[in-house]
């Protein structure tokens, strides 16, 4: 097969570890389906704020703009929470989104029957959940301007929010292309009974949703959308959203899949090329204890063969492998009833990689 070039870039905390565990399936994949890749690691949030007095280097951005794909880990803990905003490992993820323009952001909840139970939702509401979270990545209140400034009351801090109709438009493209590809269904999520930005988001999705008259559009405020993932999680299919309301919503998905160690995500651009990396973080209060959850991670590879490889037997091989393993009943901590029984995250990782064939 070609060589496809993978940049690693796993971080602080468990993003190590979890990348380990991948790592470890990509190099299976090439033993069973003769796939080739060339990794290249490169140091990227707190590690390189250490390292190279930056959360981004020029040179791990370079590694990146040569690979066909990114894996990520995680970033971010305690010892850079006080840093200035430049200094902070979670500006250099931001920066890394930015510069690759990566602004479509694709977090599927797919709950498997065998983990309903480690849910702390009741089983039978989640019954048939299987969703995706579209969020955009590279605009909103995230990247804004942002600043200080004294006033008589005190200090005063201010966070803009700005969209511009391309950038609502493209993602919006998003939602109804997946939905078009699933089951007609999309939620566009906006708060446009207070937010100028969101006013401006729903009328550019009701103007888009003319090209794709199949696709059953429903708009709901965020507020209630938190509320009714909850509610009734299976009724959703595509949510699309803008950056922060797509950042809580997708940790409150989390949970109708058991845990935030089961969700993977794909950030993509105009082309194929692709970032993938589990939805959670660096996991201060677990790094280093070898029991984190792998799985995210794992399927952020399937992933990355789907989207970007165009691996689809392979993808599906990976997927397959995390069922079967979860049907035999083995669990890490974050996913087991019973945590006396839980794995480590090297078992875990073992167990799928030998899983896969
Ligand atoms: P978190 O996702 O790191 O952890 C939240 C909780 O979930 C913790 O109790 C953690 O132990 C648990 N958890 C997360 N991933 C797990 C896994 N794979 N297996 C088992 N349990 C898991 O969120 P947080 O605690 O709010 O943030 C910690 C740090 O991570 C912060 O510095 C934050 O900025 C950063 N962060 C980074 C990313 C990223 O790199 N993409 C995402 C979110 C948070
Ligand atoms: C995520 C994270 C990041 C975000 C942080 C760490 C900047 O929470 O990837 O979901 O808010 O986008
Ligand atoms: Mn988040």
Same mark, same amino acid.
């Given at each position: 097969a070609e060589v496809k070039k993978i940049a690693v870039i796993a971080g602080d905390g468990i993003g190590p570890e979890v990348v380990a565990e991948a790592e470890k399936v990509l190099k299976r994949t090439?033993?069973?389906?003769?796939?080739?890749?060339?990794?290249?690691?490169?140091l990227f949030g707190g590690i390189a704020i250490d390292q190279k007095g930056t959360p981004l280097p020029q040179e791990t951005l370079e590694i990146c703009?040569?690979?066909?794909?990114?894996?990520l880990g995680a970033v971010g803990g305690p010892k850079w929470d006080n840093n200035s905003a430049a200094l902070r490992p979670e500006t250099g993820l931001l920066g890394i989104r930015k510069a690759l323009g990566l602004f %479509?952001?694709?977090?599927?909840? *797919? #709950?498997?029957?065998c983990l309903k139970d480690a849910s702390?939702?009741?089983?039978?509401?989640?019954?048939?959940?299987d969703l995706i979270v579209v969020r955009e990545l590279t605009g909103g209140i995230y990247f804004g301007e942002k600043f200080r400034r004294e006033?008589?009351?005190?200090?005063?801090?201010?966070?803009?929010?700005v969209y511009n109709v391309k950038e609502i438009e493209r993602i919006a493209r998003q939602g109804f292309e997946i939905a078009m590809t699933r089951s007609k269904r999309l939620a566009s999520v906006d708060k446009a009974?207070?937010?100028?930005? %969101?006013?401006?988001?729903?009328? *550019? #999705?009701?103007?888009?949703?003319?090209?794709?008259?199949?696709?059953e559009l429903e708009h709901i405020l965020v507020d209630n959308c938190a509320m009714q993932l909850l509610r009734r999680p299976s009724s959703f299919d595509v949510i699309v959203t803008e950056n922060m309301f797509g950042d809580i919503l997708s940790?409150?998905?989390?949970?109708?899949?058991?845990?935030i160690g089961m969700l993977s995500s794909?950030?993509?651009?105009?082309?194929?090329?692709?970032?993938?990396e589990p939805v959670h973080g660096s996991a201060p209060d677990i790094a280093g204890q070898g029991i984190s959850n792998p799985i995210a991670t794992i399927l952020s590879v399937a992933l990355m063969f789907r989207l970007t490889f165009g691996y689809h037997k392979e993808a599906e091989a990976i997927e397959r492998a995390v069922k079967e393993v979860l049907d035999a009943g083995h669990r890490t901590g974050d996913i087991a009833v019973d945590k006396s029984k839980a794995i480590g995250t090297t078992a875990m990782g073992d167990l799928i990689v030998a899983a896969i064939r």
């Open positions: 090439e033993e069973v389906f003769g796939l080739r890749f060339e990794l290249e690691h490169g703009q040569k690979a066909d794909a990114v894996l %479509s952001n694709i977090r599927p909840a *797919t #709950v498997f029957d702390t939702l009741k089983p039978e509401v989640l019954d048939g959940t006033t008589e009351n005190g200090t005063e801090a201010v966070d803009t929010c009974n207070v937010l100028e930005t %969101s006013r401006l988001w729903r009328e *550019t #999705v009701i103007k888009l949703h003319a090209e794709y008259p199949e696709v940790d409150e998905a989390a949970m109708l899949t058991g845990s794909a950030s993509l651009g105009e082309g194929a090329f692709g970032l993938y």
